[in-house]
């Protein structure tokens, strides 16, 4: 039906879905993260694998950032300090709360989303018998339509006197800077405690001269799709940006540290240098 089909996740939320997939059916023991539940999730078909951009070889260094589970493993570790709140700014189709249960069922976990998407994963959790459980908070919230998505969140249940852990990736690049330094100033002002893990793009000029073509050629494509990339970022104007907005401490988390701690010795060769680098501040 039209309706639903405008209310689908956008193509970049099925891509990450399908590349999580990918990687558990094309790459080689161990793997980093193993997620088909977003596979389930999204639905697209026997000839999947058959797409362009799911070509096993030409995507691989991008399938790794999307499989280093960085923010997956700060959770935990939040979590075992008592942490219990966590925040996924634009969440498309996220599973943690599926896949890690035993995690996800001690915190409350509010996935934020634009609303149509949103309501459509709903039915799909619906539809696979994942359900939505209590302690899992969907807060509907267009960020380009302006408003408050602070006070949805609050009203979802979130309580701001607790500490938290927010992610939020693949989102900064689409935002201007104006509209990154305000969320940044928003959630510095997080309870004591709180943590922020946020991805952010360097610019072309800055990547490794060999990853720079599929870099142009994401612009390009994003640009067609009418969700072009905005705001790209070196490290230490991210850092600069998180202290200015507040936070007591940040660091700069490299594509080279993902490597070691997620790639290193695999024989297939697998690593990431996307240039989708990581911030984490805390409050």
């Keep these: 039906m039209a309706d639903e089909q405008t209310a689908a996740p956008d193509s970049t939320a099925v891509r990450v879905a399908l590349w999580r997939a990918l990687h558990v059916q094309v790459d080689p023991?161990?793997?980093?993260?193993?997620?088909?539940?977003?596979?389930?999730?999204?639905?697209?078909?026997?000839?999947?694998?058959?797409?362009?951009?799911?070509?096993?070889?030409?995507?691989?260094?991008?399938?790794?950032?999307?499989?280093?589970?960085?923010?997956?493993?700060?959770?935990?570790?939040?979590?075992?300090?008592?942490?219990?709140?966590?925040?996924?700014?634009?969440?498309?189709?996220?599973?943690?709360?599926?896949?890690?249960?035993?995690?996800?069922?001690?915190?409350?976990?509010?996935?934020?989303?634009?609303?149509?998407?949103?309501?459509?994963?709903?039915?799909?959790?619906?539809?696979?018998?994942?359900?939505?459980?209590?302690?899992?908070?969907?807060?509907?919230?267009?960020?380009?339509?302006?408003?408050?998505?602070?006070?949805?969140?609050?009203?979802?249940?979130?309580?701001?006197?607790?500490?938290?852990?927010?992610?939020?990736?693949?989102?900064?690049?689409?935002?201007?800077?104006?509209?990154?330094?305000?969320?940044?100033?928003?959630?510095?002002?997080?309870?004591?405690g709180s943590t922020l893990a946020m991805t952010f793009q360097l610019p072309l000029e800055l990547l490794e001269e060999e990853n720079r073509p599929g870099l142009q050629v994401a612009v390009n494509g994003a640009r067609a799709a009418g969700t072009p990339f905005l705001s790209f970022y070196a490290p230490q104007e991210m850092l600069a940006l998180a202290h200015d907005s507040g936070f007591t401490e940040a660091r700069h988390v490299s594509a080279s540290q993902l490597n070691q701690r997620y790639f290193a010795g695999r024989e297939d060769g697998l690593h990431t240098s996307s240039g989708e680098e990581l911030l984490v501040a805390t409050t």
Excluded: C
């Design 29 to 192: 023991p161990p793997h980093v993260l193993e997620d088909e539940i977003g596979l389930q999730l999204a639905d697209p078909g026997d000839g999947w694998r058959h797409r362009g951009d799911m070509d096993a070889d030409a995507t691989s260094w991008f399938r790794a950032s999307i499989v280093a589970r960085f923010i997956e493993d700060l959770v935990v570790e939040q979590a075992g300090n008592g942490v219990g709140q966590y925040i996924v700014l634009g969440a498309g189709l996220d599973t943690f709360a599926q896949r890690r249960p035993e995690i996800a069922s001690r915190l409350r976990v509010f996935e934020v989303d634009r609303p149509e998407p949103q309501a459509w994963k709903r039915r799909r959790l619906t539809e696979l018998g994942f359900g939505v459980p209590d302690w899992l908070r969907l807060v509907p919230f267009d960020f380009e339509a302006g408003g408050s998505w602070w006070d949805r969140l609050t009203a979802a249940g979130f309580d701001p006197d607790q500490p938290a852990v927010v992610a939020s990736t693949g989102v900064a690049l689409y935002l201007t800077k104006e509209a990154n330094a305000a969320t940044l100033r928003r959630l510095a002002s997080l309870a004591p």
